[in-house]
């Protein structure tokens, strides 16, 4: 069974970085985009960063300049960087794997992680 595990949330403060990672299991993704996708209280799910298998990234306008996504084909992990964190950055953030269509879109991803909680206070 193909399963995507993120791990590195937490409560931070404002201004304080946090790494995430995703390590899925079951299969190799170093040839799929892969994106990362966050969810706050009350909102729909949201793009934040995607990265093609070649390296091109993609970000949302809220992240760019602070976030950064990466991956380790030879670990087959993917990495999103988050530094300056605000308030509003307060999200279960999820792992995805593209399948087809806008790598924005979360319709376009077939797998999911189960999701890491993200919390930054004022």
């Known amino acids: 069974q193909v399963q995507l595990v993120e791990s590195g949330g937490g409560l931070v403060q404002a201004g304080d970085s946090l790494r995430l990672s995703c390590a899925p299991s079951?299969?190799?993704?170093?040839?799929?985009?892969m994106g990362w996708f966050r969810q706050a209280p009350g909102k729909e799910r949201e793009f934040v960063a995607s990265?093609?298998?070649?390296?091109?990234?993609y970000y949302a306008d809220s992240v760019k300049g602070r976030f950064t996504i990466s991956r380790d084909n030879a670990k087959n992990t993917v990495y999103l960087q988050m530094n300056s964190l605000k308030p509003e950055d307060t999200a279960v953030y999820y792992c995805?794997?593209?399948?087809?269509?806008?790598?924005?879109?979360?319709?376009?991803?077939?797998?999911w992680g189960q999701g890491t909680q993200v919390t930054v206070s004022s």
């Open positions: 995805a794997a593209h399948r087809t269509g806008s790598i924005v879109a979360s319709s376009s991803y077939g797998y």
């Open positions: 079951g299969r190799t993704f170093s040839s799929y985009a």
């Open positions: 990265i093609t298998w070649s390296g091109n990234t």
